[in-house]
């Protein structure tokens, strides 16, 4: 079972029905987010269905562009770099 | 019927027998010591044991209370998964120093006072210190002596605070210190934090974990950094400092992960940002968030060494390490994918899953602390976590292009070990009451709401999204990332370029002038000295004494005839003489 779970997310020719699952996965959980009770919520962005979802996407998308920027500006060098 | 019984003691003596057994034999004993020693954890009452006096201070071995016994039950369930993974390794000395290692952390998280604490501190950095040793390869062995010159100089500084701390209180014990920013304050906090790997003091760490052998990094992973955890909250809770170290760390470690193309280096950067909540949560320092990371650490430890366990049989199986080198494994390898990704969702926090039960309990604790900033912060690190953890590392490990090796499912005892660390990752995410039941505060906390695992799924499904639309940009590069080891590494070279060439050169400048000016001068004086001053006045005096004597005897030997007519007649003329003087005289 282990092996057709594993070959479903690996083998190319179920890269549609992927797509459609994750896609479908994207509307469920943004859409429960709008029919929760916000009993705990503490600040504004709390009480925001959705929120979540936008603050996860953005903070992915800048971690990503940030720390490839400083990357290539200095942090990376070459693999030999630390060799004599 | 003893009241407490030291695990460590079952550790560090247990070790001694190791290299005497063989084979079948030698496993079962592997596995009996950490058995033996959940067994006492289980069995211990809590209470001061084993105090001895030492030059007039108390030594206190078993300080157990909630928190430490918190910490031992992680440490000695973590002991024995490492072992089960390790059973394999015919090398009897990296049993030996995983066994004294466990022994040094469960040392530290009984000792009651500084001077304790700090001999186990030491046996802890000097046993792990082998782990890398013991790859046996250039690079891990210069790693090593990094590991090790770091960590001295941690252990110097926290020793130099323990000094200056009985200096000032005459107390020895182990517990909060005062926030008074004294020398010795921030001495005993380094120490602390290094090990802890706050930055810029957290480079030994993502340098030599991914050097370390494969099972002796599963070790490694779990115990120095998370001891570090259990002082800080011990002796630093509420320090305000440590709140924006932390979070300052959670972010440090995503961003480096995402560059990062060593596998085990890029786990080593989540720790880095995983400690950082808990670092965070000490220094928020109410008891939510202190149950935070005493409950972070305590899922950390078990997550963090499956995925190290999932790498390291990837890098055993496969002879490779870098992402740019490996893919396509889901086809040969599937067993040890699935177990990884339970790893993977633990620290990413999914609901249902470790992570999700103890890393909210650190935000949350933000939050109630009114810090809107650090809590969206820490929140921001958790994306970054799934994204490399959970997606980037797996994907171009056991997926994306094929790299065309087949390698096998690795040992069945690494895989039980794989198996048993992922069953307490769901475990502890469906029954989070059985941990929350051992947390040193006595305070309520419900993870699952529904605007909770609604708003924490978002966070994570959305992650998965930018990372699936930005894939492109991620293709791991084979590059080495410049860190603030570079200080020691690069820096070092600059330093002896200054030992060699301004320094030794102006030394020989000056010993050139010094030979010049005053050793021919002060070899001239000594000539002059030895020639003059030495034959002609010293021996001259000699020998003028001696040669005045001889001269004297000559003319003495004159008068010596042997004739007693001669000598009575000299005598009676002496006499004659003084008679004749003192007549006169008076």
């Known amino acids: ?84 | 019927m003893i009241d407490w019984f030291h695990p460590s003691i079952l550790f560090i003596f247990g070790a001694c027998l190791i290299p005497f057994l063989r084979g079948r034999v030698q496993q079962v004993y592997l596995l009996l010591i950490p058995a033996l020693a959940i067994a006492a954890v289980f069995f211990m009452s809590q209470g001061s044991f084993w105090t001895y006096s030492f030059l007039g201070n108390p030594l206190i071995f078993g300080k157990v209370d909630k928190l430490s016994v918190v910490f031992a039950w992680v440490f000695t369930i973590m002991s024995f998964i490492g072992m089960v993974y390790a059973l394999h390794v015919k090398d009897s000395g990296q049993h030996v120093a995983a066994f004294l290692y466990v022994g040094g952390s469960l040392g530290v998280t009984f000792a009651g006072d500084y001077f304790t604490l700090f001999i186990f501190w030491e046996l802890m950095a000097f046993a792990s210190a082998y782990l890398i040793f013991a790859r046996r390869e250039k690079k891990a062995i210069e790693s090593a002596y990094r590991y090790i010159l770091v960590h001295i100089f941690g252990g110097v500084c926290l020793l130099g605070g323990i000094i200056l701390h009985y200096a000032n209180t005459k107390s020895l014990a182990f517990g909060p210190l005062p926030q008074d920013g004294s020398l010795s304050f921030y001495l005993i906090l380094t120490g602390f934090i290094l090990n802890a790997g706050v930055p810029p003091l957290h480079a030994w760490l993502t340098d030599s974990y991914p050097e370390a052998t494969i099972t002796g990094s599963v070790f490694m992973c779990s115990f120095t950094t998370k001891t570090a955890v259990y002082v800080l909250v011990r002796a630093f809770p509420g320090t305000e400092l440590l709140v924006y170290m932390g979070t300052v760390m959670a972010l440090y470690g995503v961003v480096y992960a995402v560059l990062e193309n060593d596998c085990r280096r890029l786990l080593a950067y989540h720790i880095v940002s995983q400690v950082g909540y808990m670092v965070a949560g000490v220094g928020i320092g109410t008891d939510l968030s202190l149950n935070g990371s005493v409950s972070h650490a305590f899922a950390h430890i078990l997550y963090k060494s499956l995925l190290f366990m999932g790498a390291g049989a990837v890098i055993q199986m496969t002879g490779k390490r870098k992402l740019t080198e490996l893919g396509g494994l889901y086809k040969t390898m599937p067993i040890t994918l699935v177990l990884y990704m339970i790893g993977g969702f633990a620290i990413s926090a999914f609901p249902l899953f470790s992570g999700f039960v103890t890393k909210s309990m650190v935000v949350s604790g933000a939050a109630h602390d009114h810090r809107p900033l650090i809590a969206l912060l820490l929140t921001m690190a958790s994306a970054g976590t799934f994204l490399h953890t959970g997606l980037k590392l797996p994907y171009y490990m056991f997926f994306a292009k094929d790299s065309g090796i087949r390698a096998k499912e690795p040992p069945t005892n690494m895989l039980v070990a794989m198996g048993l660390a992922a069953f307490m990752c769901i475990a502890i995410g469906v029954l989070p009451e059985q941990l929350y039941r051992l947390l040193p505060f006595p305070v309520h906390f419900e993870p699952y709401t529904g605007d909770h695992v609604t708003s924490a799924l978002g966070i994570l499904m959305f992650t998965g999204l930018g990372f699936f639309m930005l894939l492109k940009k991620l293709d791991p590069e084979p590059t080495v990332s410049v860190d603030t080891d570079w200080v020691y590494r690069k820096g070092s070279r600059i330093f002896m370029w200054f030992a060699n060439k301004p320094l030794a050169g102006g030394d020989g400048y000056i010993s050139n002038i010094y030979n010049t000016w005053f050793t021919k001068y002060t070899l001239k004086i000594s000539y002059f000295l030895a020639r003059v001053f030495d034959v002609r006045i010293i021996d001259g005096l000699v020998n003028g004494v001696a040669a005045f004597f001889i001269k004297s005897a000559k003319v003495i030997r004159v008068s010596e005839s042997g004739l007693v007519r001669n000598y009575a007649f000299t005598m009676l003329l002496g006499t004659v003489l003084i008679i004749t003087y003192y007549l006169f005289a008076y």
Do not use: Q
């Open chain 1, 1 to 84: 079972m282990i092996k057709a779970i594993v070959d479903f997310f690996g083998n190319p020719e179920h890269k549609k029905t992927r797509n459609m699952m994750g896609y479908i996965a994207l509307v469920v959980v943004f859409a429960s987010d709008f029919f929760v009770h916000r009993a705990h919520a503490i600040y504004i962005w709390d009480k925001i269905p959705g929120w979540g979802a936008f603050y996860g996407f953005v903070s992915c998308v800048l971690i990503i562009i940030v720390s490839k920027f400083l990357g290539h500006h200095g942090i990376m060098k070459e693999e030999d770099y630390y060799d004599d």
